[in-house]
């Protein structure tokens, strides 16, 4: 092709001498410009297609990875199956920016990457689903008296948990900062009002749920009353009295009751 323009090109000149009418200068100049444009047309397109396919002289010199072929991931990035996720990370992004000017080094670091990130993945499923059947496999390996007394608590949404926990987590403060001036027993029966009330919309029984938050306040009361006096009084504030200390532990089992039980 470069031929063939070189040839148009010395035809153009050779018209200015011995074409049918004579040419002034302004206009060989002209023509022998035309002439040198589609030589450079014709040597550009050519010079960038080498430097796409890595034929030029500056592409050869990019430096290349040379674990590229490994087919162990971690043995391609250079470090240990026991490394953590930082220093994995650490390791790829010093590795892309070695040979970041090279297309297919990068590609293999990346590829390696992502087998890592992929094993790691079903690692952490896998664990989490032997978990989940060990522990399926315990509750009906256990006694009979054992699954029946499972089968009176459930787990709700987190979602849930945490509205309720919050609401408990709330009287409690509120008990204690009030506790210079009036005790708790506002707080307690709020507390003991909200727990009928959740458990009324599980159960769809208000005489069953007012018993069960009634034996929850009672036994968290009772539990409270026996545990608190023996907590070393270092490690409790001197304004908080044994009425508000009992009452915090009454929260806690009001709060498991609403919360766990069917």
Not at 3 to 25: M, Q, T
Not at 76 to 96: H, K, M, Q, W, Y
Not at 162 to 189: C, D, E, K, T, Y
Request: glycine letters at 6%; aromatic letters at 10%; charged letters at 20%.
């Amino acid at each position: 092709m470069e031929s063939l323009l070189l040839s148009k090109a010395n035809l153009l000149s050779s018209r200015l001498l011995i074409g049918p009418r004579p040419l002034n200068l302004k206009e060989r100049s002209r023509v022998a410009l035309v002439g040198m444009r589609s030589i450079r047309r014709l040597r550009s397109p050519r010079c960038s297609m080498d430097v796409s396919l890595g034929g030029s002289s500056s592409y050869e010199n990019v430096p290349k990875f040379p674990r590229m072929h490994v087919w162990d991931p971690y043995k391609c990035l250079g470090v240990t199956p026991d490394a953590s996720e930082e220093e994995i990370t650490s390791a790829r992004n010093f590795l892309l920016q070695q040979y970041a000017g090279h297309e297919k080094s990068v590609e293999s670091i990346e590829a390696a990457y992502e087998k890592i990130l992929m094993a790691s993945f079903r690692a952490r499923k896998k664990t989490k689903i032997n978990l989940k059947s060990r522990l399926k496999k315990k509750v009906e390996e256990s006694p009979p008296w054992f699954k029946t007394l499972l089968s009176y608590f459930e787990i709700p949404a987190m979602g849930v948990i945490l509205r309720r926990l919050f609401l408990f987590a709330f009287m409690g403060a509120w008990s204690i900062m009030n506790s210079g001036s009036n005790g708790p027993a506002f707080q307690v029966a709020l507390s003991f009002g909200s727990c009928i009330y959740f458990l009324n919309d599980k159960m769809q029984n208000v005489i069953r749920a007012s018993a069960t938050g009634f034996a929850a306040l009672v036994v968290g009361w009772t539990i409270g009353s026996i545990v608190v006096p023996l907590i070393p009084s270092v490690l409790v504030n001197p304004a908080w009295s044994l009425e508000l200390m009992t009452s915090l532990v009454s929260y806690v089992f009001l709060f498991l009751a609403c919360t766990f039980l069917k």
